[in-house]
């Protein structure tokens, strides 16, 4: 009989053995390996477009409608035909040949009063053209009429104050008239410094003799009469009238004495320098006051050196020696061979001034107001501007500080970087590196730290192996699997005896 073994005792029933790693959770580093290669590459790509936009260093554009706290005071040219700028008188004394043509050719010109008349004729534009073309800029300018004939006083708007208060005007000296040629015009150029030096706001513009207005030009009418028409440019103070993109106003003369008002606009752009996209250049820096003053004193040159005048339509000093630029520009107009040469200058200066400027001010006038008057004078009044100034000003798109933060940002989004989280990494990497760069021992703790060693080297090795922390879970993890684990007893059988 078998004695029954088996329920003589409580046997621990073995656990069931550890299965393989299920197929979900192979899945799941399946899943986690597909995530983190979208994530590099989403990484890869933002940070990509951020570099890109940095590398081309675009702009963006801040406009400003808005008044001035300071007035914005531009320079005043006034530009006449140089056929209406002559003095019978002194083409009589300064060029008798050309007074002797004159007299041969139109008899009825007799004095001052039918010379003015006979200015106005088509046959005096081309009998004065022709024969000044023989002439410098200033042997014309002898023939003119004075400047300070023309123009009999300019009070700016403080002095306007000081006539309420009848101060000598006279021995007040704070404008002052620069006479240029631009061909076929001759500009008298109003410059007050002292409108410069106080920033004028609009409550001192307020209390002007005329409302609001900034400088005051008193013309003789007598002589003025004798021209038809005159024109009006803005520009910078300090500069001539450069280049042909300037608005302008046109005053046609009258019989009797009028009063013009001219109000003005101002625009301002500002620009950056390269690598921006806008390219510009500061002109200051090379002695020029602008852009179309740099290209300008290009082509004047060029054309000095070529044909031994002056480049047609562009600035000139009323005191030079060159030849007007009339006689290759306008008589020779049909020549090919020349007209050939004057594109090749003008191409050449635009090919080497071609960035703009940094800095670019524009003021655009418009007649605001046409009064008679009861006096031997024209007045010609500036205004102060009753419409807002436009300030156009270029800033980077993506300055460098800000394309650190978007790349923090990217690597945030993506990994879970953290400055704050990660300073401690970046510090340590950063101090073990300087310390690689400034000695040739290995630093302490480094990666390149020698590991073969020997003897209490080693052993203290170990030691600090053992005592880390990764060693310590391991340890006990392994611990509590012997403890769980138990070898399930074999059972014998009385019967196994007697076999």
Known sequence: MKSDWKNTGNPIEPKPASKPKSQKTQWYYILDLIILIGATIGCIYQTILVTTVYLEQQVITDIRIQFSDVVRIPDL??????????????????????????????????????????????????????EFSRLTVSQMMETMIETHQLIEKVVPTIRQIDLVNNVNLDDVNDCSVQTTVKEPYICMTVNCPIL????????????????????????????FATTEEYYVYLHPTGTLPYGTQMSSVTIVTEENSHKFFIEYKG?????????????????????????????????????????????????MNANSNARLGISDYYLNYGDPRRRKVINEIYDNCSRLHWAPDCRQKYFVPRIQKVARIDSSSDLLCLSMPTEPDITNSCLPKLPLFEYLIYLGSILGTWFGFSVLSSSPAIFKWAFDLIGVLTSSRPTKGHILRNTNVKGKSRGKLKDRRSSSGSSKNFRQSVEAMKGIRQLRPKVHYWDDYFR
């Open 77 to 130: 040219s006034i530009c006449l035909y140089f056929y209406n700028f002559v003095s019978y008188s002194n083409l009589k004394g300064k060029e008798p040949k050309i007074f002797a043509r004159l007299k041969s050719k139109f008899p009825t010109v007799t004095n001052q009063s039918t010379f003015n008349e006979w200015k106005f004729s088509s046959d005096a534009i081309t009998f004065l053209t022709v």
């Open 267 to 315: 625009f301002q752009a500002n620009l950056l320098p390269p690598p921006y996209t806008t390219k510009c250049k500061n002109y200051t820096l090379d002695g020029f006051k602008s852009q179309n003053h740099a290209l300008e004193a290009c082509r004047n040159n060029a054309s000095l050196e070529r044909f031994g005048c002056g480049f047609y339509s562009d600035v």
């Open 196 to 223: 410069s030096y106080h920033q004028l706001q609009q409550k001192d513009l307020e209390l002007t003799k005329y409302l609001g207005t900034v400088i005051a030009i008193y013309f003789n009418h007598e002589l």
